[in-house]
């Protein structure tokens, strides 16, 4: 099994039926270049990279511009058309006074399988009380987070909110609290390693390229940051594989992975193993 658990669906062909909300993604997101992928499209995408399912992640910043960029209704939708293909997370506002009840619906009701949250983007720090509803609707329900870990290309960012010391707070103080931070937290990644190795409820996926190819960023990462040995014998059931896409190409950040020299049971595990159990629990 074969999971890429950060995905941002914004373009898909099935949620973009107004042009207007089109456009708002593109201004939004910053992103200009594409298209809309109808779901052939991505469905190719997916065999070429040998993937079997993705992990969509909606974008909730009501506070900044009016409305979710990608609500949990579309994510439901998508899930729909493509059940034994997609998994789907929910967004929240936390500065949203009723984004528990309406997390508390998406769980319920949508029956999505965790929340992403985007602190850069939304301007709060992970150890913030107005989290704490969040929080709680996510530990009754054993839903994980995924939080948008450092560096954030988008508009309207600041990476303060984001550094993955700023997680320890919640990590220490939530244990059974399933948390990923997105991109490894890059540049920071040391601190990304430090965590996983002090809290087992933290992992990270790898969506991170900002220079270079994506085995050239992932070999100076994943072999000079970070020694390949400190993923293959100790956080080896914290990492989760992750594209970022639409901003980068599955095919490529795929085949990069592959290649690094993890071991192959390593390699299982960073491919799909891990995502079972952090979307599902040990």
């Given at each position: 099994?074969f999971?890429?658990?950060?995905?941002?669906?914004?373009?898909?062909?099935?949620?973009?039926?107004?042009?207007g909300?089109?456009?708002?993604?593109?201004?939004?997101?910053?992103?200009?270049k594409n298209?809309?992928?109808?779901?052939?499209?991505?469905?190719?995408q997916m065999?070429c990279?040998?993937?079997?399912?993705?992990?969509?992640?909606?974008?909730?910043?009501?506070?900044?511009?009016?409305?979710a960029?990608?609500?949990?209704?579309e994510?439901?939708?998508?899930?729909d058309l493509?059940?034994?293909?997609?998994?789907?997370?929910?967004?929240?506002?936390?500065?949203?006074?009723?984004?528990?009840?309406?997390?508390?619906?998406a769980?319920?009701?949508?029956?999505?399988?965790?929340?992403k949250?985007?602190?850069s983007?939304?301007?709060?720090?992970?150890?913030?009380?107005?989290?704490?509803?969040?929080?709680?609707?996510?530990?009754?329900?054993?839903?994980?987070?995924?939080?948008?870990s450092?560096?954030?290309?988008e508009p309207?960012?600041?990476t303060?909110?984001?550094?993955?010391?700023?997680?320890?707070?919640?990590?220490a103080?939530?244990?059974?609290l399933?948390?990923?931070?997105?991109?490894?937290g890059?540049?920071?990644?040391?601190?990304t390693?430090m965590?996983?190795?002090?809290?087992p409820?933290?992992?990270?996926?790898?969506?991170?390229?900002?220079?270079?190819?994506?085995?050239?960023?992932?070999?100076?990462?994943?072999?000079?940051?970070?020694?390949?040995?400190?993923?293959?014998?100790?956080?080896?059931?914290?990492?989760?594989?992750?594209?970022?896409?639409?901003?980068?190409?599955?095919i490529?950040?795929?085949?990069?992975i592959t290649?690094?020299?993890?071991r192959?049971?390593?390699?299982e595990?960073i491919?799909?193993?891990?995502?079972?159990?952090?979307?599902?629990?040990?």
């Amino acid at each position: 099994m074969f999971i890429d658990m950060h995905v941002h669906p914004a373009f898909f062909e099935p949620i973009n039926e107004d042009a207007g909300v089109e456009e708002m993604r593109h201004e939004v997101l910053n992103i200009h270049k594409n298209g809309t992928a109808p779901l052939a499209h991505i469905f190719n995408q997916m065999k070429c990279a040998s993937l079997d399912r993705l992990c969509l992640l909606p974008e909730d910043y009501s506070t900044e511009v009016g409305r979710a960029v990608v609500t949990n209704e579309e994510i439901r939708r998508l899930l729909d058309l493509a059940p034994d293909k997609f998994i789907g997370f929910a967004g929240a506002d936390p500065y949203d006074k009723k984004s528990a009840d309406k997390l508390e619906y998406a769980f319920t009701e949508l029956k999505l399988s965790g929340l992403k949250l985007h602190p850069s983007r939304q301007h709060f720090y992970p150890s913030d009380a107005i989290l704490g509803p969040l929080i709680e609707v996510c530990e009754r329900y054993n839903k994980p987070i995924i939080f948008h870990s450092g560096l954030s290309i988008e508009p309207n960012t600041y990476t303060k909110y984001a550094r993955p010391t700023e997680f320890e707070e919640l990590a220490a103080n939530h244990p059974n609290l399933r948390i990923c931070l997105a991109h490894f937290g890059w540049p920071w990644v040391q601190e990304t390693a430090m965590l996983m190795l002090k809290y087992p409820n933290v992992y990270a996926d790898t969506g991170l390229l900002y220079f270079d190819n994506a085995y050239e960023f992932y070999e100076r990462v994943f072999h000079q940051d970070i020694p390949i040995t400190w993923i293959d014998r100790s956080l080896r059931h914290q990492v989760m594989f992750g594209s970022n896409n639409p901003r980068f190409e599955q095919i490529r950040m795929a085949d990069a992975i592959t290649k690094l020299g993890f071991r192959d049971s390593t390699l299982e595990l960073i491919k799909g193993g891990n995502a079972l159990e952090f979307l599902n629990g040990r």
